[in-house]
């Protein structure tokens, strides 16, 4: 089965940045994007990037558009979400998940525990 780990949320300025980390173990064939899901208490899933992850082709919302960036490590089987130019309304859970497409950048097979990100002076 494909898992997913995420690390590396905390607090952070506004302003700031951080860099995301999605450790996959179990990947198949099939497990061809990572997609990168952020929730707020009682809101909704919102995507914010997603990668192919051999071709390394990458998509995001035009919300996120130039402020988010993901890549991958595939000798350390790792995507990362580099986070720039935060504010507060960023601060929500992060989430990695694993599917054959990215499709609408918010629904995917498999889900990682998530990371807390929080934006605030």
């Known amino acids: 089965q494909v898992h997913l780990v995420e690390s590396g949320g905390g607090l952070v300025r506004p302003g700031g940045s951080l860099r995301l980390s999605c450790e996959i173990s179990?990947?198949?064939?099939?497990?061809?994007?990572i997609g990168w899901v952020r929730q707020a208490p009682g809101g909704g899933r919102e995507g914010v990037a997603c990668i192919h992850i051999s071709a390394g082709s990458t998509y995001y919302p035009p919300s996120v558009k130039g402020r988010f960036t993901t890549s991958t490590d595939n000798a350390k089987n790792t995507v990362y979400l580099d986070l720039n130019s935060l504010a507060p309304e960023d601060t929500d859970v992060y989430f990695c998940a694993a599917d054959s497409s990215c499709g609408n950048l918010s629904e995917y097979a498999y889900w990682g525990q998530g990371t807390q990100v929080t934006v605030s002076s």
């Open positions: 179990g990947a198949t064939l099939d497990t061809r994007v």
